[in-house]
């Protein structure tokens, strides 16, 4: 098993006075063991994997993403009531090129944490990231469940996988394989993408919405009928989805990319649904972002997640 845990030094942070439920941050609430946690539980884990961007020829260090992911959450405001708990469960380390075998127990470890009732929260890494957390997700739902992919992404990411599968391969690599799952994206750049990859996305019938045609109230109404389709949600957001104003720190910047308050909406509507399991971030590259400003927007995009699972 390619896992470790997370230094306790990473979720530090100010403390009030006095220390009270009211005034406690993520820090102070934060458990490393399983058995500490009690209620409605999410559940982080890290991936510590940038070889499906390097297998793409990306811009690389979205390993760095978890542990500044987590830096940046520890210090937000812990505002949930008694019975709501949130556990680090590590990471998932990604060893030299290995990228299918940590693919393989990223989704070991998902699927143990549905298991236990837990909402899965996975912090990549890579969107190749994904490919495990689905692993996870159709394990614990079993082979015939409808499950419904919802991606918020600037890419489809349909590419060929006949040399060897990266981090723009992941979806077809799924639908190719599963005909029971079906994909949504929302935020696809016209200028983003080949013609081939949207030829390839008609045939196979994948449903999406342009970045410049997204509107909130059609969007929120294309998302309930993909859910009422499905029996299950598996949603991942792609960082690079965003206005690289918001979000310079990810492997390929989006000029025309969505504004972040549109997102933190798209999150709260999946995230609240009971259909949706499990959530993961990625393409989170803290080693060339500037002041740190896409890892905290990514850390308030994992505490509206969390705020929407515990809502439902």
């Known amino acids: 098993m390619m896992k470790r845990t997370v230094n306790q030094k990473v979720w530090t942070g100010r403390i009030d006075e006095p220390t009270t439920l009211d005034n406690l941050r993520y820090h102070q609430v934060v458990v490393h063991n399983e058995n500490e946690s009690e209620g409605k539980t999410c559940a982080l884990l890290g991936f510590e994997c940038e070889e499906g961007v390097r297998r793409n020829a990306g811009r690389l260090g979205a390993e760095k993403a978890p542990d500044a992911i987590r830096t940046e959450l520890a210090k937000l405001p812990w505002n949930f009531p008694e019975g709501h708990a949130l556990y680090d469960g590590g990471n998932v380390v990604c060893e030299g090129e290995m990228l299918e075998k940590a693919q393989a127990e990223l989704g070991e470890e998902v699927n143990q944490l549905l298991s236990k009732r837990m909402n899965p929260i996975i912090l990549g890494g890579g969107h190749e990231t994904f490919f495990g957390h689905y692993l996870g ?176």
């Open 137 to 312: 997700v159709r394990k614990w739902i079993g082979p015939e469940a409808k499950l419904g992919i919802i991606n918020i992404d600037a890419h489809f990411d349909l590419r060929s996988y006949d040399q060897q599968p990266s981090s723009g391969t992941m979806f077809k690599q799924v639908l190719d394989s599963d005909e029971l799952s079906s994909y949504f994206v929302i935020g696809i750049q016209r200028f983003g993408n080949t013609n081939e990859l949207f030829q390839r996305a008609k045939e196979m019938d994948v449903s999406y919405i342009l970045e410049e045609e997204l509107e909130l109230s059609l969007t929120f109404n294309k998302i309930e009928e993909f859910m009422e389709r499905n029996d299950y949600v598996l949603f991942t957001l792609c960082m690079d989805v965003l206005n690289a104003a918001f979000a310079p720190g990810v492997s390929a910047t989006s000029p025309f990319g969505l504004h972040p308050a549109t997102v933190r909406n798209i999150i709260r509507k999946i995230a609240t649904s009971p259909k949706t399991l499990s959530f993961d971030i990625c393409e989170v590259n803290p080693s060339v972002d500037e002041n740190g400003r896409t890892v905290k927007l990514g850390a308030y995009f994992v505490n509206e997640a969390i705020a929407s699972f515990f809502e439902r």
